[in-house]
């Protein structure tokens, strides 16, 4: 499980992105089902040994169906929610009568297992107690398997029930506004809120429970864009497409919409063989419950189930590298869809995976076990400005003094000799036809080294600012497109983020800019209250350092160091 990276900005620019692209298309389209009522959650039946029929709430039934055949479990029911706990349990949000209740379907037995029936309110507590007010949406808690969320949308709560106990307790009760449906996002729970927003549930190690919003401004509308300009009515459920791409049912824009938490960017949904989408093609029928199954979507409207599938999405399957266990020659691999493969030698092995009406390729990389691997890494120091020679420090402990060069140290470790270099180089020269923006964080920040979908995260958000830079620079500057923004983490405590700007025509000019641009920062409040914080490796936010004026963002002429990063010129500018 990777952690979820969060950036915030206090003061946003609301911009709204145009002549946005479709962010997904899907080839086919099709009615699959007339349910003459809306159907506001469908799963796959677990109970049919077939595997073939939907599980539907369609009020007043609960129903098992396909598109040849129906049988109703439960009448005179009106649930929007409810969970599959196995082949034979149903967990079931009554909505009408404000309770919880527990279907065998075996033997046709419904009992209620938390709330008070037919008396809404609010408190917790166990059965007969406890109150909700107009549930909506129930799902498994994937941090503790016996308990059950809830989304109690007349209390605007997230409600957690105990299976053993039947206790029902209040989670969290601020920043919601009518939640209905949940889709858990690696551990952390996304949110349709029908006041026009999706939040995110994130739970801290300290105990403590957040609630914010991702994406939506609390505003109706149908605005697609960046997350803090975007714009939904009555967004009801959430399905995932694949990691950290998910479908919104806008219900009240008639609509589909995709959710992408790498980009930060509320797209369109396309289909039907449409030569051009500039927003999310319209339903029949406003779209309120999703299921993906195999990568056929199926969206359950106010009187159909229709059925999306043949996207254009990209093959979602990452490569594979495992590590051979001392002594053996073959390794079992869990591959893409949670199969284990037995007998991968050494070496590259290429795997071919269906995806949606695709065929996808992989690789499975098998590495020879290396019994000891040496900790200590290459070492490169730069000259200080005016000096031929720079201090290096080693891992003996001592420091020395080392020339211009590349030189090649030993060291024993556990009885093996280490190998490493020491690189001792000349800072480059400054490039003064650039200029660079930069902004400061002192925190640890080690992990970025090894944690991938943190660090891409980083980029992506840090892509947002670069926006935000260019407004700033309106005609005078232009932020580079070929020096994509960048980081350094510094002694692994601390970050610096850079973007440079595109080459200026003289000298002179980068300097009258560079003295522009500095008073637009002093007189903007837009990186005032940046602030930065890793869900869930801190549990509080971490502001941007400022220097004396108190300004957090700054901008500085370049260095373009050997690694072609941009940095601040100065001695030891190059240095990590």
Same mark, same amino acid.
């Given at each position: ?313 990209? %093959? +979602?399957? #990452?490569?594979? &590298? @495992? ?6 020659? *073959? !390794?079992? $691999?869990? /591959?893409?869809? =949670? ?34 691997? %040496? +900790?200590? #890494?290459?070492? &490169? @120091? ?6 031929? *020679? !720079?201090? $290096?420090? /080693?891992?003996? =402990? ?132 940046s602030h930065i914080y890793f869900h869930p490796y801190l549990e509080f936010d971490v502001p941007a350092e400022k220097n004396s004026n108190g300004d957090a963002m700054l901008v500085d002429v370049a260095i373009l160091c050997s690694d072609g990063k941009p940095r601040v010129h100065g001695a030891n500018a190059c240095e990590e």
């Amino acid at each position: 499980m990777k952690p979820w990276l969060y950036i915030g900005v206090l003061v946003l620019l609301l911009k709204p992105v145009h002549s946005i692209v479709p962010s997904v298309t899907f080839d086919h389209f099709e009615l699959y089902l007339d349910t003459f009522n809306g159907v506001p959650h469908l799963e796959l039946d677990k109970y049919d040994s077939a595997c073939s029929n939907l599980l539907i709430s369609s009020w007043p039934h609960l129903t098992s169906t396909s598109n040849s055949s129906s049988e109703h479990l439960i009448s005179m029911l009106y649930s929007k929610g409810f969970t599959q706990l196995n082949r034979t349990h149903l967990v079931i949000v009554d909505s009408d009568d404000c309770c919880i209740r527990m279907l065998n379907r075996e033997h046709r037995d419904l009992r209620t297992i938390a709330g008070t029936c037919d008396s809404r309110g609010y408190a917790d507590g166990i059965v007969g107690v406890g109150k909700l007010l107009r549930p909506s949406d129930i799902v498994q808690d994937i941090r503790n398997p016996g308990f059950m969320l809830i989304t109690d949308a007349g209390n605007n709560a997230l409600r957690s029930v105990n299976l053993e106990t039947g206790e029902l307790t209040t989670v969290i009760d601020t920043g919601f506004n009518e939640p209905h449906g949940m889709h858990w996002n690696r551990k952390d729970l996304l949110v349709a809120n029908k006041g026009f927003y999706i939040s995110v549930v994130i739970w801290h190690s300290n105990g403590t429970v957040l609630n914010k919003i991702v994406a939506g401004t609390a505003t109706a509308g149908n605005t697609l864009g960046y997350f803090y300009a975007a714009e939904f009515i009555y967004p009801q459920e959430l399905v995932k497409l694949q990691e950290d791409l998910f479908l919104v049912a806008d219900s009240g824009n008639y609509q589909l919409k995709l959710l992408n938490l790498h980009t930060g960017v509320v797209g369109p949904v396309c289909f039907r063989n449409e030569t051009t989408c500039t927003r999310s093609s319209n339903f029949r029928g406003n779209p309120i419950s999703l299921l993906n199954l195999d990568d056929v979507i199926y969206i359950g409207c106010n009187h159909d189930i229709y059925r999306l599938y043949g996207s254009d999405l990209p %093959c +979602p399957y #990452k490569n594979i &590298t @495992v590590h051979l266990t001392l002594g053996e020659k *073959t !390794a079992n $691999v869990m /591959l893409e869809g =949670g199969h284990v493969f037995m007998g991968f030698t050494e070496g590259v092995h290429r795997v071919r995976k269906k995806y949606d009406l695709k065929m996808c390729t992989y690789y499975v990389n098998v590495i020879h076990h290396e019994e000891f691997s %040496c +900790p200590h #890494k290459d070492i &490169t @120091v730069y000259m200080p400005q005016g000096q031929n *020679t !720079a201090a $290096v420090q /080693l891992f003996d =402990g001592t420091t020395k003094q080392f020339q211009k060069g590349t030189y090649r140290l030993s060291r024993e470790y556990n009885s093996e000799t280490c190998i490493y270099h020491v690189r001792v180089r000349e800072i480059p020269q400054a490039n003064n036809r650039r200029l660079v923006f930069h902004i400061h964080y002192n925190f640890s920040c080690d992990f970025l080294e090894y944690d991938t979908d943190v660090r891409n995260m980083l980029h992506r958000i840090m892509y947002l600012d670069q926006e935000k830079l260019q407004l700033l620079c309106g005609d005078r500057c232009q932020i580079s497109n070929k020096i994509q923004p960048t980081y350094t983490c510094k002694e692994r405590k601390y970050l610096s983020l850079f973007w440079v700007t595109e080459e200026f025509s003289s000298d002179e000019i980068t300097r009258q800019v560079k003295e522009e641009l500095s008073a637009r920062l002093i007189q903007s409040d837009t990186w005032d209250n940046s602030h930065i914080y890793f869900h869930p490796y801190l549990e509080f936010d971490v502001p941007a350092e400022k220097n004396s004026n108190g300004d957090a963002m700054l901008v500085d002429v370049a260095i373009l160091c050997s690694d072609g990063k941009p940095r601040v010129h100065g001695a030891n500018a190059c240095e990590e």
